[in-house]
């Protein structure tokens, strides 16, 4: 069956890049998805993506798509504090009406 | 705007007492909706899915239902909780087709 995984950890510096990455494995995934959960809240949407786009840019996220290789990443510039969360990837397929997530990558980002 | 109310926000309740957790949409018609289920430390598991009143798609066997009484009503239920059950129960919903998926602030269920 479809699948998303993500790596479960990292960390960085103040004011540093982030870069989390995703891998899935449906070639017919149509939106790909990226949320933040802070502890003991529900999930924020952050920005998606259409699968027939290579990036996108909003603020400080950057989305980057590489459909070959079903790898997904966001990057988050001048990481702060704030930022500190655990990051979700999911992706769908047009016609279907679930949703498949990774298993989260927790950033944590050091002052 | 549209939004979306869970509640409650904790639970505490025994083994084998009942459960009804309520998820409410305002602000849109005709919603899909879904509950998850996330385990501590875990990603999330989708255990129940409508695009309809009264049509439940369960994705989990287990001892958990879901109903869907009104167009923006979700309830999640279980007439024996089991000590597997605890957890942080998500509703979500979204529009018609692949747009995302909004989320509500979460239960967290305890079973001792």
């Known amino acids: 069956g479809e699948d998303v995984e993500q790596s479960l950890f990292l960390s960085v510096r103040e004011g540093d890049s982030s870069v989390i990455n995703c891998t899935y494995t449906?070639?017919?995934?149509?939106?790909l998805y990226w949320y933040k959960q802070e502890p003991g809240a529900g999930l924020q949407l952050l920005t998606y993506i259409f699968s027939n786009m290579d990036m996108k840019q909003d603020q400080r996220l950057t989305v980057l798509l590489n459909k070959k290789d079903k790898h997904l990443s966001l990057r988050i510039a001048d990481t702060q504090t704030g930022d500190s969360a655990i990051y979700f990837c999911?992706?769908?397929?047009?016609?279907?009406?679930?949703?498949?997530f990774g298993t989260g990558t927790r950033l944590k980002v050091l002052a | 705007s549209q939004t979306i109310h869970q509640w409650p926000a904790t639970l505490v309740q025994p083994v084998g007492s009942p459960l009804s957790l309520e998820c409410t949409v305002e602000g849109t018609s005709n919603p899909n909706l879904y509950w998850y289920r996330q385990a501590a430390g875990r990603g999330l598991q989708l255990l129940f899915y409508?695009?309809?009143?009264?049509?439940i798609s369960s994705e989990v066997p287990q001892n958990l239902s879901a109903s869907r009484p009104q167009d923006r009503q979700f309830i999640l239920s279980s007439k024996k909780l089991l000590l597997s059950d605890s957890g942080f129960y998500l509703c979500?919903?979204?529009?018609?087709?692949?747009?995302?998926?909004?989320f509500g602030d979460g239960t967290r269920l305890s079973i001792l």
């Open positions: 409508s695009v309809g009143i009264g049509q």
């Open positions: 449906d070639s017919s995934s149509t939106y």
């Open positions: 999911a992706e769908t397929t047009s016609g279907t009406y679930k949703y498949i």
């Open positions: 979500a919903w979204t529009t018609q087709g692949s747009q995302p998926q909004h």
